[in-house]
């Protein structure tokens, strides 16, 4: 646990603290070491995070260490776990796909960019733990594996395509160009594999009065065969919502898909002046 004598020990102690053994690590080593750290409590990795620069974007934390740790001194008497399924690392960003117990089970993506060797900014989206979707995938289950690291640029390519053309501009004819019409596993909680599950999700939708619409494409990060993407749009009746997508591809197409939809609060709620994205 975190108190305002402790972040400035950290302050102090940062140079020292990242010691050859520390500067060894990758950055996504860092990252994954951070969050394990919720299940250790070893305070080391700490010192990964810029003590006099660090730029805060989920909107529910204060900028800074001082934010971070007012998280950790909110923890509940059995502290926070956090199980990293999928880490990966695009130039000076670290993108992961997290199992969380952070005031409840909940699925995370995150996303830290870096300076120096430290941790100068943070993005995340959150959603509880949802029930197997229709076709008896979680949240988190599926393939893990990185591949095709020489391909992270066209596939990168692929998705921006597919969020500008398909989900922006609404050119639901090139559908089938992006993704794959007889393999494509769902993890999105409410929606079958295939598109035959895409459609009824679609129909369902404006059936009932409830929109998808994605506004504007803020990031595209990607490692190999994985690419996230952060987008904003309205989701539901309406709500301002922060969409983060992750794909994984084959042959320059789609295959799996994992989201986090989450709505983004109201700015007289923020506890920072950064935005969402």
Known sequence: MMNPQTIKMFRLQTLNSLNNTAMELSNKDKVVA??????????????YINPEKYIQHNLSVADGLQGFGEIMHHAPPQGFKANVIRAFEDGDYVFTHTEYDFFGPKAGFDVFRFEDGQIVEHWDNLLEVQKPNPSGHTQFDGTTALSDTDKTESNKTKVREFIEKVLLNHEMDKLTTYINPTNYVQHNPAVADGLDGFGAAMKYFAEN?????????????????????????????????????????????????????????????????????
């Open 209 to 277: 009065g409830l929109v998808m619409e994605y506004h504007k494409l803020h990031k595209v990060l990607g490692q190999g065969n994985f690419v996230l993407t952060l987008s904003e749009g309205k989701f539901g009746k309406g709500e301002h919502t922060a969409f983060y997508d992750l794909f994984r591809l084959e042959n320059g197409q789609i295959v799996e898909h994992w989201d986090i939809i989450s709505p983004i609060p109201p700015k007289s709620t923020w506890k920072n002046e950064n935005g969402k994205f």
């Open 34 to 47: 951070l969050l394990n750290s919720f299940n250790t409590g070893d305070q080391t990795p700490i010192s």
